[in-house]
Every structure is written in C-alpha cells, then in structure tokens.
C-alpha cells in the first residue's frame, strides 16, 4: 500500500530540486502502530511512556537520516515542568441567595491548577461576570471596565464576543465572526483574568462555541502540565477550568439575570461587568512533581544559507492513562493525534534526506506538552536552538486523517498570509486537489497547535490537521467526510479509542506528507522570503526583525 506522488507535483517538485521518493504508508503505518500501543501508555509528559518514546524517537530520526540538532550536540531540549493532579475529594461550592451549592467535578465543573501546591484552598472569594473576558484596544472592545478582579473568581463566556452576532448587531465582524480570534480562546482569557488578579477562572462551555464536548474538556480528569517559572515571574491564577452552561445559567438566574438576555448584552461594547452577589470556595488536595521533560529536534544542514531554516515539528505526547471507559480501557493512545502526524514528519524527513542536500536547513522536532497548553513548542520558541528571525516558516502536522484519500486540502487560518496560501494552494494543485478553507473556524485551530507557537514570534506558518474541516473524500465526498470528522471529535478526540488499526487507509495522510515535502522542499530550495498579511497580528513581529534577514527579504519571490 503505498501513495504515488502526481506528475504534477513532480512538476513543482524540480523547481530547486530533485524530484522526490515515495512516500510510505506501511512506514507511517508501523511507527503510528508503536507510537500508539500499550507500551507507550499514553506518552505523557514524565511517565514511562516518555522513558519509551524519546529513545524511540531518536532513533527513527537516526534511521530517517537526520542528525542531532538539540542541546550540546544531543537530539533532545530538556523542558522543565511541573506536573499537577488533583486528588479526592474535590470540594467546591458557590454560596448565593442564602444558601451553599455544591458543584459536582467534574460533571459541572472541570478544574485544574498550573500552580505549584499542594492543596487549593479558596473560602467565599466573590464572583464576577466578565462578558467573554477580552479586552481588545485596538479593536475598540473591554469587557472589564476597569472591575477589581484581585482575589475575585472570573467568570468568562468562550469564543468571541462576535460569534453569535447576527447581521444587525453592531459587534458582527469586529473579532472574526465565525472565525475564532486568540482573544476566544481559553488560554488567553485564564492569562487576562491572571493579569487582573483574580484567584481563579472560569469559562463557560458550550459545545459549538468552544469547538468541542464536554467529554473533551474533562478528558484530563484533574491534571496539568506547565512550564516551570520562576518565583519572581508574574503567576497564574490559583485554579482554572470550565463551568457547564446550566450551571453558570442557574448562577445568574439566582442573581436576577437571564443567561441569554446576558449574552446578548456582552456582544455589545456597553457590557458592564455583573456582581453574581455569589462567593466561590474550594478545598482540593494537589499533588505536584517536578519533572524534565524533553523535546527531540534533528536536521539536516543546508548546503548554500545553513543559518536560514524551515522547520517541520509534531507533538508526541497524548493524555497517558485515565480513568476507565466503558470498556475498562484505561491508556489514551493519541493514534491519530498525534502518532500519525510524527510518521508523516518522518516520511518528509526521509525523503529529504534520501535526496540532494537542500540549501537551507531543514529542522525537525517532535514536541512534549502540547495537550497541555503548547509547553514543549513554547519553550523551544522562548529558547530557540535556531534564530527566529532567520526561519523562513514553520509547517506543522497535528492529527491526520485515516479514512481514505480526498480531493481537496483544506486550510487553516485563511487571510494570515498569502504567501504561505500561494504555496499551499500551488503544492495542492499538483496533486490534483483543490483548497477548501477550514469549514470549523470557531473552533479556532489556528491558535490551538504548536505552530501558533511560532506565529506569536512572527515565523510564518501552515497547520497540517483534520479537525479543521470535513474533506470531501474520494470515496463518499464530503458527508463522508463529515461522518468521520463528526464522530471522530464526539468519541474518539482525546479518548481511548483515538487507537491504531490495522483497517486504516493511510492514502490521505500520505496526501498530507507530499503537500508539505513540496511546501518545505520549494522553501528550502528558494530565497523565498514568506510574508504575512499587513492585517495579521504577526505582521509587526515580524517586522521588527526584518533587519536579520537578507536585504530585499520584505516580499516573497514567486522564484518562477
């Protein structure tokens, strides 16, 4: 079983090199297999699973013909973190209108803390309802109002205040529509609430704003990941997490409110913040492990511009062992996720190295601690082994597709740059696929996985992953597309059953592999300089290191 690259990609292929190999599905296949098995336990971030799979990573990088491009000489990063996990019982509680309400974790509320204690404990802090959380100069939007949050818990809606506007509301457009901005993501708003002072964060969850169920968000069961930081660096709130719509509707109608009359008013740029007139308390022993974790990082080395780089990355964690599923399955395998999307790195990086050197170097990392807030990629890009200011992109596999081959490519973060959607959109020609923009941008992606990581610094980039849209398959068209996409996100995304098996087509994620080996091969091979739109948020990072980068850098050449 093996995907035959199109005559036309070997077209775009030869401009700066020499046509390329096959891509394997059997080797894809086989390194998902191990990736994915009981032996691994999940790959969390300072288990055994770790102990298995950095040893094996090294040593299929070895075998793909790469050479060590971590730390001192090695193949890895070392990524400082703590590791937190919430122990029983977990006593939490809102007192309102005279009487104490249990919130029941985690069917009410998920929690969690990126703070290192050992025990939670928060009596009677009062709450307040902070619209989506977002303040926005530039886009003439705060939803604070210049509220004292210190000591306070925030109680934030998800997405954008724009989501749901409809045509005649003044808010529409402002941040996106339908299309996520980082402002709707929860990230940002648990990093504002910190910012503000407040104790602790919640965000409420519903399934079409945040881009997921609730089965996602409790998928965790109480643990976290974060970098470790300093004790003079500012800190994040004590506890964070997601409070059930019911829930936080019934909080509000306590305090004399009407959820959706709410959250209409908090699409308007009059929202005030609301007093729940409601106090928040909480008790929950931590236990907390520092732990080193490690990214693992190859290259080959250009021949011509060595200190010009494009970088190919995926993440080889997943969410370890958790607590049983119906059929007492306990390891969370992240098969697809992201298992697959380190063997389609592997095939370029085979590839690549199969042939002629290219002239610039191409970089290759498989990162720790993405299921848990980007931590592996974010660390590399607060402490670069290779320059930002010289990468001329980053290209990025997070969980491919298993379901057959398909007839378009589908884009994610559509209006970012053009350059990188020139390249995107010529690559997915030669195959003789078409490009469909993400089909589920509220679910915001495009600030979800490890090139955002890269982006923030002003690297520009491409997310190579199915959740972004529902393909339209060779084989069924576009509700089978669907289909899959549907029932992989409600019951597999994060759970035990994202597993290998042997049933699996793999011509589609070969279809991702050639896309970026055409992508990364006409960039290594050029002295394209991609840009980002003037209307990115990245544009004026990028900009401010324009001076490290060759003259004449500021426009990309088509190189035709």
């Known amino acids: 079983m093996k995907a035959v690259l199109f005559p036309a990609l070997l077209a775009f292929l030869t401009i700066g090199a020499a046509p390329a190999p096959q891509v394997s599905n059997e080797r894809m296949s086989d390194v998902t297999k191990v990736l994915a098995s009981d032996a691994f336990q999940g790959r969390a971030p300072g288990t055994p699973g770790e102990e298995k799979t950095i040893p094996y990573l090294i040593d299929q990088f070895k075998a793909a013909g790469l050479e060590p491009a971590g730390e001192n000489g090695g193949w890895t990063q070392t990524v400082p973190m703590i590791h937190t996990q919430l122990k029983a019982p977990v006593d939490v509680s809102v007192t309102q209108s005279g009487q104490t309400i249990p919130l029941n974790f985690p069917n009410e509320v998920y929690l969690g803390t990126v703070r290192p204690v050992d025990r939670i404990k928060i009596e009677n802090a009062p709450m307040v309802f902070v619209g989506y959380g977002v303040t926005a100069p530039e886009r003439g939007w705060d939803d604070f109002k210049g509220v004292d949050l210190k000591g306070k818990v925030a109680v934030m809606l998800v997405n954008d205040p724009d989501f749901e506007a409809g045509p005649g509301e003044p808010v529409a457009g402002k941040f996106g529509g339908k299309t996520m901005t980082y402002y709707g993501r929860w990230t940002y708003k648990y990093e504002e609430a910190a910012r503000r002072g407040a104790i602790a964060a919640l965000v409420v969850h519903e399934t079409d704003a945040a881009g997921y169920p609730w089965t996602v968000v409790k998928s965790p069961a109480g643990e976290n990941y974060a970098i470790a ?20 509707a019934a909080l509000l109608n306590r305090a004399g409110y009407d959820y959706d009359a709410v959250k209409r008013q908090a699409r308007t740029a009059a929202f005030q913040p609301i007093d729940l007139k409601a106090t928040f308390s909480a008790d929950i022993p931590v236990t907390v492990a520092h732990i080193t974790s490690h990214n693992v990082i190859g290259k080959l080395t250009g021949t011509t511009y060595p200190n010009e780089t494009v970088s190919y990355s995926g993440h080889w964690d997943a969410y370890g062992i958790g607590p049983p599923d119906a059929q007492g399955r306990t390891i969370r395998p992240g098969a697809a996720d992201d298992a697959l999307g380190l063997a389609a790195m592997l095939e370029d990086a085979r590839l690549f190295a199969s042939g002629p050197r290219p002239q610039r170097t191409l970089v290759f990392a498989a990162w720790t601690g993405e299921e848990r807030g980007l931590l592996g990629s974010e660390y590399y890009a607060e402490h670069p082994l290779f320059p930002m200011e010289t990468m001329v992109a980053n290209l990025t596999f997070d969980t491919l597709q298993w379901n057959g081959p398909v007839k378009d490519a589908v884009l994610v973060g559509r209006g970012q740059s053009s350059d990188m959607e020139r390249l ?23 600030y979800r996985a490890d090139h955002f990581s890269f982006a923030k610094r002003g690297v520009p980039v491409l997310l190579d992953m199915a959740l972004a849209g529902a393909y339209d398959m060779v084989d069924g068209g576009r509700p089978a597309g669907e289909r899959w996409l549907d029932d992989f996100t409600a019951h597999c995304y994060h759970q035990t059953c994202d597993a290998w098996a042997p049933t699996w087509n793999l011509k589609g994620a070969a279809q991702e592999a050639e896309l970026f ?6 960039l290594a091979n050029s002295r394209e300089w991609p840009q980002w739109n003037p209307t990115s948020e990245f544009a004026k990072v990028r900009a401010q290191s324009a001076g490290a980068r060759p003259q004449g850098s500021g426009k990309a050449e088509r190189g035709r």
Not at 232 to 247: E, S
Not at 430 to 440: C, D, F, L
């Open 229 to 248: 930081l300093p004790a003079d660096a500012p800190q994040p709130v004590l506890l964070q997490g997601w409070i059930q719509r019911d829930a936080a």
């Open 424 to 446: 995107f959109a010529d690559a997915a020609k030669a195959q003789g696929r078409y490009v469909t923009p993400e089909n589920h941008p509220e679910r915001g992606l495009f």
């Open 517 to 522: 080996y055409a992508i990364g091969n006409r």
